[in-house]
């Protein structure tokens, strides 16, 4: 490892006056803007509420910035003002606090802390908890766009409701930004999204939930990051995007129509563009037993429904040890959105760290020089 790389801690719970995070190893002298946090901060609370937004989070960079804007190499700490979010919780029934909520962390959480209470686990582990993984990882997204690095995702499915999708949109971006951030359900089609908003109309009538998929581009990545082992990219990719809330499946390119080809067709040839070494095609979706090969990124991850039900599900009070009925505070009947913006925030720290690891970390203008070098040597390389 040539230096230090980026990483992030983040507290708070649900009912909190406040969410923190910090970014420690972040290089000296990166452009940071607190409305650029405060913008991917609203496109995940939209994806999050299928387009409504509760309330407003303000960010403020409490310390490692300068006068001017600019990373000092000291930590990053983000403050998030959560008072309006707890302000809009419902109130808990009596006796849920002694109930864990089926396909969340509470009962195996509880286990492990040697707990009684669901809320010592559900209030750290809830999906708002996000928040400070998103505002952090602004800072990573900040340092990957100086090296012409950019994460976009979108939904393609939620519940039975799926846009059509062609053979282009498993090798690279074919949607512009505004297409995406201007659909409640952050969905590319309109006819797509006028069907997913029905699908969640009808799910928050029952008071229930829906999962579906989402798919993430990442475009501008330098050929060669990566390794063999456990630094395989495509594996440490899949663990990025497995950290996101209810992520239960990720592929890379059209993975299932790979699979059913033979080798010889199942491949992307070799070539030789202006920038060097290529691909004619990207049916692996920018991963190459386990490099990057300058590519864009395409990876599609499954999302499960919210275990956070209005609608009482079976589970067992841990008091009295009896069957009983669990339901949650706070409700959105489709997280699908809001998880594809985590998953960019996840992604986002470990393409931040790989190029740390390889270029160095310490300060922009070193990172850069290391950079250049390398990108002219794949250059050169191909004459």
Same mark, same amino acid.
């Given at each position: ?12 719970e ?21 409305? =650029?946090?405060?913008a ?6 939209r994806g @999050?509420?299928c ?13 490692g ?6 990373t ?6 983000l403050?998030?003002d959560?008072?309006?979010y707890a ?10 606090a002694?109930?864990?909520r ?12 040697d707990?009684?209470? @669901?809320r ?10 996000e ?20 994460i976009?995702? %979108?939904?393609t *499915?939620?519940?039975d ?10 090798e690279g971006?074919? %949607? =512009? ?7 409640r359900? +952050? ?8 069907a ?7 799910? *928050? ?8 998929q ?14 063999? +082992? ?29 699979? +059913?080809? *033979? ?15 290529g +691909? ?8 190459e ?17 919210s ?9 067992i009070?841990?008091?009295t040890?009896a ?6 505070i706070? %409700?959105?009947?489709c997280?699908v ?9 996840n ?6 760290s ?14 850069h ?5 390398y ?9």
């Amino acid at each position: 490892m040539l230096g230090a790389a980026m990483k992030h801690m983040t507290a708070g719970e649900l009912r909190g006056a406040s969410l923190v995070a910090i970014v420690d190893d972040v290089p000296a002298g990166l452009r940071l803007q607190a409305n =650029s946090i405060e913008a991917d901060l609203g496109r995940w609370a939209r994806g @999050c509420s299928c387009g409504e937004v509760r309330s407003v989070d303000r960010v403020a960079v409490l310390s490692g910035i300068s006068a001017e804007g600019r990373t000092t190499g000291a930590p990053l700490t983000l403050a998030i003002d959560n008072a309006a979010y707890a302000a809009s919780l419902s109130e808990e029934a009596p006796g849920q606090a002694s109930i864990p909520r089926p396909g969340s962390a509470d009962l195996c959480g509880l286990l492990v802390a040697d707990a009684d209470d @669901c809320r010592a686990v559900s209030e750290g582990s809830s999906a708002r908890a996000e928040a400070t993984l998103v505002a952090a990882s602004s800072v990573a997204r900040e340092f990957l766009a100086d090296f012409g690095i950019e994460i976009h995702s %979108y939904v393609t *499915r939620v519940g039975d409701a799926a846009m059509r999708e062609a053979a282009a949109d498993f090798e690279g971006f074919s %949607y =512009s930004p505004l297409e995406i951030e201007t659909s409640r359900m +952050r969905c590319p089609s309109p006819q797509a999204t006028r069907a997913m908003e029905e699908e969640v109309a009808a799910a *928050r009538a029952a008071g229930d939930t829906l999962g579906g998929q989402v798919a993430v581009v990442v475009t501008g990545v330098a050929a060669g990051m990566g390794g063999f +082992r456990e630094a395989n990219m495509a594996a440490r990719l899949s663990r990025a995007a497995y950290c996101a809330q209810g992520v239960t499946g990720v592929s890379f390119g059209d993975a299932r129509e790979v699979s +059913r080809r *033979r080798g010889s067709a199942a491949h992307d040839v070799i070539a030789l563009g202006e920038g060097g070494f290529g +691909r004619a095609s990207n049916l692996a979706g920018g991963i190459e037993g386990g490099f990057t090969t300058g590519m864009p990124i395409v990876m599609r991850a499954e999302v499960a429904p919210s275990p956070a039900l209005q609608t009482p599900v079976d589970s067992i009070d841990l008091e009295t040890l009896a069957k009983a009925e669990s339901s949650s505070i706070d %409700y959105s009947p489709c997280l699908v959105g809001g998880v594809a913006v985590a998953i960019e925030a996840n992604i986002a720290f470990e393409l931040a760290s790989a190029y740390q690891e390889k270029f160095g970390g310490a300060a922009m203008s070193d990172i850069h020089a290391a950079f250049d070098a390398y990108t002219r040597r794949l250059r050169l390389a191909a004459r």
